[in-house]
């Protein structure tokens, strides 16, 4: 199967379910940027303090 071929049958492939994915990936996302978030707003100095190198690190 040559390439040109490979990409018509993707393209043929229906697209139903497609937009529902992007929605609940985009969900997802959302969801774990937002808990970064939480933890960032709570935690925020013991946060840095974990990346302050300490003598000669």
Avoid: C, H, W
Wanted: glycine share 8%; no cysteine; charged share 30%.
């Amino acid at each position: 199967m040559t390439v040109g071929q490979q990409q018509e049958k993707e393209e043929d492939l229906p697209q139903t379910g497609a937009r529902e994915q992007d929605q609940a990936a985009e969900s997802d996302l959302d969801a774990v940027l937002d808990d970064i978030e939480t933890t960032l707003e709570t935690n925020a100095k013991e946060y840095v303090q974990g990346f302050v190198q300490k003598g000669g690190q």
